[in-house]
């Protein structure tokens, strides 16, 4: 009887003073952050590629739709570059996440911002030329079940409070690899189709620096996170 009164028990929803009822409208419909960012990226993606199908004859074939894919990967990384720059000097604050009720509203507007990423991702895994996606289904059909499995995730952090300040951090460094990697892919499938010796060997001296950078930050940043944020909290659980 005590825990049915209890506005703050389990049996009514509640764990930790929280609502963990899902909401559709909350988390999609009238979230504004998600909407704005959701159309951003939609946005980007389809000027991108009416843009590369004007630019390019016919008589040129490139995959128009995997380069936007990038172009949208490399918008998210800018984001997410600029929105969590003020973490990726503060290890301490991801490995007391997992610990501790410590979501700020910065917090919620960078893991807002990865739904809508995550969520437009698996509206254009539908989109595409019908004879590349034939080749491609099973590579869509994973990218959806991951893509599926991080809005999922989102939510739980959201809901309970917890490892979001993990979750933001990671994500940084993540990210700013990522933007080398799809910067360097871009420039070499757009030197393959391009007509001048010049912008050829441009483009694809640019793709290997760009490769070369990407390693580089890849290596860094995993042995980072691993040795300043992923170690302490193992260490963390262990005393607890």
């Known amino acids: 009887e005590a825990m049915l009164n209890n506005p703050n028990s389990v049996m009514n929803g509640n764990i930790n003073g929280y609502n963990n009822k899902f909401s559709l409208k909350a988390e999609f419909l009238s979230n504004e952050t998600f909407l704005k960012y959701a159309m951003l990226y939609g946005t980007i993606y389809f000027l991108s590629r009416y843009s590369l199908n004007r630019y390019y004859n016919y008589s040129i074939r490139?995959?128009?739709d995997n380069i936007s894919r990038k172009i949208v990967l490399i918008t998210n990384a800018v984001v997410a570059i600029f929105k969590g720059h003020d973490c990726w000097n503060k290890p301490h604050k991801?490995?007391?996440?997992?610990?501790?009720e410590t979501l700020t509203e910065n917090d919620i507007n960078f893991v807002d911002i990865q739904k809508a990423f995550h969520f437009i991702m698996i509206l254009l895994s539908y989109v595409g030329d019908k004879q590349v996606?034939?080749?491609k289904n099973i590579t869509k059909k994973l990218s959806r079940l991951y893509n599926l499995i991080s809005i999922g995730c989102i939510i739980l952090i959201k809901k309970y409070k917890k490892i979001g300040g993990?979750?933001?951090?990671?994500?940084?460094?993540?990210?700013?690899?990522?933007?080398f990697m799809n910067s360097s892919n871009i420039l070499k499938?757009?030197?393959?189709?391009?007509?001048s010796n010049n912008y050829y060997a441009m483009m694809l001296q640019g793709s290997k620096s760009l490769s070369i950078i990407h390693a580089l930050t890849m290596i860094y940043s995993r042995i980072y996170l691993f040795t300043k944020v992923i170690i302490p909290i193992i260490q963390g659980y262990y005393r607890n």
């Not at 991801?94 to 501790?100: D, G, K, N, R």
């Not at 993990?166 to 933007?179: E, G, H, K, R």
């Not at 499938?189 to 007509?195: E, F, V």
């Open 62 to 64: 490139i995959d128009t």
């Open 133 to 135: 996606r034939n080749n």
């Open 189 to 195: 499938s757009l030197s393959l189709s391009t007509a």
């Open 94 to 100: 991801a490995i007391l996440s997992p610990f501790t």
């Open 166 to 179: 993990l979750y933001v951090y990671t994500t940084f460094w993540m990210q700013l690899s990522s933007f």
